[in-house]
């Protein structure tokens, strides 16, 4: 699924301003509109979709190239997916137990996993941002400049963004996990029986579609704000020097001033192509994984 995510992050990152038309930014537009370097953004180089994507970023960087930030990938997958799915599973069945409805129970069970989720995994959840966004810095320049960035100004510059990574998640979390539970429900009513495969990645796909559609402008606000390297400085210099960094809802208006209401949902066919068949084939893999160890040792479930 990694080259959906660099080609998301790409059109998210490239300012939309008079998309389809020679690009020419009004001065006053913001820095962090368009963190990519003007080279990239020139005529010839703007991304027009998602096959463009494909097209030019393998015609000047390589086709590697779409797998940047796969190993970041790699390495979150654990520590995210265990403390997300056992922490869901555990809180949605406390608050059920404590007498929580059924639509409550899944959106607050899934919105604190996924804070305790994202937090663990937010330093490689930057890295794997600026690794994709990046279409002239070498992974290890990157690196270098992360370094430098933890040497001036300590270890919690590498959670620099959760709070944007978690306006994303969060809400997005609570969505889908509430659309799950109600989805799954009514098709074993409709169908009368729980298919093991297909109820739960059916349910699954379909409300990580609905979750990825209302999350998207949060998806773009998060992409820019991680991205935004060398435009700042704030990476090499301490944090008394860095430019005042823009609120969220500053941003947010900024992008709608000067983009338009598309620029909030760029990148969205990217983000679904890989959001769908990803929470499927993942909420019914768990399903299956966990009713095996369930019947192999009752007495530990």
Known sequence: MTPFDVIKVRLQTQSQYQRNKPYHPPAALPHHLHPI??????????LKGS???VIKISRHEGFTALWKGLTPT?????PSNAVYMLGYESLHHTFLDSGMNTTFSPLLAGATARTFSATVISPLELLRTRLQASSTQ????????LRTSVQVSGVKVLWRGLD????????FSS???????????TMIEY??????????FVAGATSGICAAL????FDVLKTRRQALVEATHEVTLPRHQWKKQPSMVTLFMNILRAEGPQALFAGLSPRIAKIAPACGIQIATYSQVSKYWSSRYPQSS
């Open 37 to 46: 370097s003007n080279e990239i953004t020139s005529n010839n180089r703007r």
């Open 51 to 53: 096959l463009d994507a």
């Open 74 to 78: 790699l390495l979150m997958a654990v």
């Open 138 to 145: 070498s992974p290890s320049q990157i690196i270098q400049s």
């Open 164 to 171: 944007w990574t978690l306006a994303r998640d969060v809400p």
């Open 175 to 185: 969505i889908y996990w509430a659309g799950f539970e109600l989805i799954k429900r």
């Open 191 to 200: 169908e009368g029986k729980e298919a093991p495969i297909r109820t739960p």
């Open 214 to 217: 209302i999350t998207s402008p």
